[in-house]
């Protein structure tokens, strides 16, 4: 299996920048498609973005697309989520997840491994 990791969170001004890591156990990082989900309180956990297994396709939800940049480093096991332009309304507990599938990774149902989370508050 593959362990996960999120560092990064914290505090933000709106219209500031966040970058969120995510470091992965194990020598089959490039065997999984990564992806990025948020919880706010009082919703369900929603899709923010996602990366193939090779890095060659990205997905972003329409709240977040033109503002958060998803990115990963298989030789390091990572994968980053670059956020720009961050609104109230990004507040939440940012996910990262691994899965084996390369397609319908928007879906968090597919997604096989989950790392405990990082907070992210953004202050208006």
């Known amino acids: 299996q593959v362990q996960l990791v999120e560092s990064g969170g914290g505090l933000v001004q709106a219209g500031g920048s966040l970058r969120l890591s995510c470091t992965a156990s194990g020598r089959t990082f490039g065997s999984y498609a990564m992806g990025w989900f948020r919880q706010a309180p009082g919703k369900e956990r929603e899709f923010v973005a996602a990366?193939?297994?090779?890095?060659?396709?990205?997905y972003y939800s329409d709240s977040v697309k033109g503002r958060f940049t998803i990115s990963r480093d298989n030789a390091k096991n990572t994968v980053s989520l670059q956020m720009n332009s961050l609104k109230p309304e990004d507040t939440a507990v940012y996910y990262c997840?691994?899965?084996?599938?390369?397609?319908?990774?928007?879906?968090?149902?597919?997604?096989?491994?989950w790392g405990q989370g990082t907070q992210v508050t953004v202050s208006s």
């Open positions: 990366i193939s297994k090779s890095g060659a396709r990205t």
């Open positions: 997840a691994a899965r084996l599938a390369n397609f319908e990774l928007a879906y968090s149902f597919g997604y096989d491994y």
